[in-house]
């Protein structure tokens, strides 16, 4: 009995030993299976932000042309703008034209007889390549934004098709020179204002029509401003 037992016991154990070592084994070969397939895991897809982040990319000033208006009593009257109080953002409404051809439009406008509907013009307008014109010093006033003519300063910028979404040329100057304008005129954030916010008009369209694309433009210019604040080379750039 004694031996039977014996025998018994160690065929036991040897089965035993067997099953330990095939689950070891088990074990080993599925956690290697689980750390290679981790290892080959795609990385999360960060989300991709609907602007470029305008705080990080390096200043760099934008063409400026001073190509002025005839004075005329219709795009530039030459009445003296006392205080820049704020500046105000505008679109052509025209796609595809660039800043040349919306400046001749203002100029043309010296052709026309006196009157109400003929007062068109801008202090500046950008270009579809960000080239910025000054059509229109900031000492005087020009005829875009209505009851804030008197105290603002005009900026239409051109666009590439009917959604009115400016390009990335157009957009980096457009916050470059808000900073500038900003910095040089004291003018409060507030005071950053589309010409939707003075008369109800749907200008500029897309950032009328995309609260959150104006409220990233206006963050963008905050970032945009408070980096050039610390780049003297900013503000003598125009
Ligand atoms: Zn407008």
Redesign the pocket.
Known sequence: MAGKRKKYTKDFLKKRNIIIATSLVMILFFSIVIGVSGLHKEPVQKKIPVFPDYSKITVKAPVVKEKLLTQNVNSRPGIALKKVNGVVI?YTANPGTDAMANRNYFESRKKRKDSKENKVSSNYIIGLDGTIIRCVPDTEIAY?SNQRNADTLSIECCHPDKSGKFSTATYQSLIHLVAYLCDRYEISLSQIIR?YDITG?N?PKYYVENENAWKQLKQDIVSYLKRSMNNKNTKDTM
């Open positions: 505008h875009a010409h008009k200008c």
